[in-house]
């Protein structure tokens, strides 16, 4: 029996117009990380196992893809720990390596390993894909495209305000309007986390707050219950939860409330910094939000995420922020951290849905030649040569099958224009060119194609 053709969950085919898509944003976010002056580079798409585990947090260690050792490697498997269900000391026993659940890890392992290579302050940026086990729903997959800028060595505000900036130009270039780009302070949140009396829990409690949109105050409050956490420190959320105002008003207020807390403090002197660079360059929304958490754990402080315009239901398309010392888990101390990233599968989505795609994506094809004998064709040969050559995309239809389905077949392809050469056009030294879109037809110099299709 013939087994049914299938892919993965949470995995995707992309067909030419997908594809198109694809290079189109890609290629804008390109441009704009290199005008900011960041340089490319790749990674493996698998790590050392040792290299990615325990630097998410739980969550991102359960989503992580792991590679199955081969061969002899095998038989080191822990069986003792599988037996006693200490299940990640027997995944370790039996997988070395791992698929990348993201590029900023991976760029602080090359960073430690390249030092001496690098000049530092060093801007890079990766285009590349990551994977994680989640559940497969509308923009969230196992397989996915990350578009990152980061920065590694001495940082400032500047930096900060750039990276929204950023943000900003890249949709702008897209023409994507009505995003908000949310901004937070992971020494805020672990000031917050002092104030509740549970300074220890800063964990617990930015992945419970991260969870906000999806759960609500009371499924944050449950959550934190699970967690330890006393229910005076519930009293004393619910207010902080509450700021509104603008950004400033919202920092002024939150000043008041934590006042004994200096790690509070400071990341509101830190914030204000950061809005004083970004304040002349014209940032279409930019908006505090206390609940932003971002539960990786390697952030340390200014956090990032944006949200995509309010008719759109999707997560966020962009997030990013400050990971001091990350390298430090390799082996290269005093190292600061900064970056953004982009979701290219999501971004795609959205300007689809909004249809923001421009329309020449679709047409990848300018012309179809069309065969009426191998003669004809074999004439026509040098001069497509000269049409490619000058930039237009032909397509030689192959055979000399009925001129319907040849038809058909550009029609299929998007191509604008067809190109007829029979004996008519022969014994003329015309070619015959056909408008797909109004059907006119009209008599042309072969080397005179070129020119007309490029004054349309």
């Not at 959550?223 to 509450?242: A, C, H, I, M, W």
Request: charge should be negative; glycine fraction near 8%.
């Amino acid at each position: 029996m013939v087994q049914k053709p299938s892919i993965p969950k949470g995995t995707r085919d992309f067909l030419p117009a997908d594809v198109a898509r694809q290079s189109y944003v890609s290629e804008i976010i390109k441009a704009q990380f290199e005008r900011y002056g960041f340089l490319p580079i790749q990674t493996p798409s698998m790590e050392k196992t040792s290299t990615l585990q325990g630097k998410y947090g739980e969550e991102g260690d359960r989503l992580m893809f792991h590679i199955l050792n081969s061969g002899e490697k095998i038989k080191k498997a822990d069986l003792d720990a599988f037996e006693d269900n200490k299940l990640g000391r027997f995944t370790q026993s039996i997988s070395e390596k791992a698929l990348r659940y993201d590029l900023t890890v991976p760029f602080a392992r090359f960073v430690a390993q390249h030092q001496n290579e690098l000049a530092f302050p060093f801007k890079r940026y990766q285009i590349q894909t990551v994977w994680r086990a989640d559940r497969p729903q509308r923009g969230r997959f196992q397989e996915f495209t990350q578009c990152d800028a980061d920065v590694v060595g001495p940082i400032g505000p500047v930096f900060e305000a750039e990276c929204i900036q950023l943000f900003d130009d890249v949709f702008n270039d897209l023409s994507l309007t009505g995003c908000t780009i949310r901004i937070n302070h992971r020494e805020i949140l672990a000031g917050i986390a002092a104030y509740l009396d549970a300074p220890d829990q800063i964990v617990d409690f930015t992945i419970a707050l991260d969870k906000l949109d999806k759960i609500g105050v009371e499924g944050v409050f449950d959550e934190l219950r699970q967690k330890g956490f006393e229910e005076d420190s519930f009293s004393k959320l619910g207010p902080l939860l509450e700021l509104s105002g603008t950004f400033l008003e919202q920092l002024d207020a939150l000043e008041q409330m934590l006042t004994a807390h200096p790690d509070a403090l400071a990341g509101i002197a830190h914030l204000r910094k950061v809005l004083a660079f970004v304040s002349p360059l014209q940032v279409s929304h930019l908006a505090f939000d206390l609940t932003l958490a971002r539960g990786l754990n390697y952030y340390t402080g200014v956090i990032f995420e944006v949200a995509p315009p309010k008719s759109v239901v999707m997560g966020s398309i962009g997030a990013g922020g400050r990971y001091d010392n990350l390298t430090a888990l390799f082996g290269l101390n005093g190292m600061n951290g900064l970056g953004i990233s982009f979701g290219l599968d999501r971004l795609c989505l959205v300007l689809d849905e909004l249809r923001l795609f421009p329309k020449r994506l679709t047409q990848a094809i300018d012309v179809v030649v069309l065969h009426f004998g191998d003669d004809y064709m074999s004439e026509m040969m040098p001069y497509v040569s000269s049409w490619r050559a000058a930039g237009l995309r032909v397509v030689c239809y192959p055979t000399d099958q009925k001129l319907k389905k040849q038809l058909n077949y550009a029609n299929q392809v998007d191509a604008p224009w067809v190109v007829f050469f029979g004996e008519e056009e022969k014994e003329k030294g015309v070619v015959s060119l056909k408008n797909m879109m109004t059907g006119e037809d009209q008599f042309i110099k072969p080397e005179a194609l070129v020119v007309r299709l490029q004054s349309t």
